[in-house]
T-cell receptor, first 116, second 114 residues
């Protein structure tokens, strides 16, 4: 069984400040990990994913995340927040080697607010 | 074309109505999915189709009936829904490339059941 915990349902930062969204996972098998962003009344867009290999993963829009197996974490960061980053962010996990990445387990989501 | 297109964008229906949600992709993806997302909640998987065959049904009530008429289309037929079924219904498709599998989501259909 897998689960995802996102610490903080709301995160507020100033424009230009560091963005840090926290995600911890639980999985009985090696996980594949994902971050998605959702703008209001929109579907989800993949920001980045970790499957195997390099544990620091770079995604779109300047975001990156680091897989830390010892901490069972996959936190999302961006050095400098932009107003357009305001959205809801979901961390998700699926089983490595599974037949379908579509069978994702999502965290509860973190709403990011960016202040001018 | 890198889009998953869902229609309609909004739907209001009564509990005795029959309606259908449609999803279309022309990316050649052979796996397609329905997710349900309640307000302020994460998406929850409902169904998975692989090569036009239903491969996963996450114990969804029979008032939701999926259909995959061909590799580009996915429908969700709705009948006798309840107000608690009001939600954003998201369609997705996936492809496998050298980086692994990637999931593409549509913008969703916002469903209100009165």
């Amino acid at each position: 069984a897998q689960s995802v915990t996102q610490l903080g349902s709301h995160v507020s930062v100033s424009e230009g400040a560091l963005v840090l969204l926290r995600c911890n996972y639980s999985s009985s098998v090696p996980p594949y990990l994902f971050w998605y962003v959702q703008y209001p009344n929109q579907g989800l867009q993949l920001l980045l994913k970790y499957t195997t290999g390099a544990t620091l993963v770079k995604g779109i829009n300047g975001f990156e995340a680091e897989f830390k197996k010892s901490e069972t974490s996959f936190h999302l960061t961006k050095p400098s927040a932009h107003m357009s980053d305001a959205a809801e962010y979901f961390c998700a996990v699926s089983e490595a080697g599974g037949t379908s990445y579509g069978k994702l387990t999502f965290g509860q989501g973190t709403i990011l607010t960016v202040h001018p | 074309d890198t889009e998953v297109t869902q229609t309609p964008k909004h739907l209001v229906m009564g509990m005795t109505n029959k309606k259908s949600l449609k999803c279309e992709q022309h990316m050649g993806h052979r796996a397609m999915y329905w997710y349900k997302q309640k307000a302020k909640k994460p998406p929850e998987l409902m169904f998975v189709y692989s090569y036009e065959k239903l491969s996963i049904n996450e114990s969804v009530p029979s008032r939701f009936s999926p259909e995959c008429p061909n590799s580009s289309l996915l429908n969700l037929h709705l009948h006798a829904l309840q107000p608690e079924d009001s939600a954003l219904y998201l369609c997705a498709s996936s492809q496998v490339d050298r980086d692994g599998e990637k999931l593409f989501f549509g913008s969703g259909t916002q469903l209100s059941v009165l």
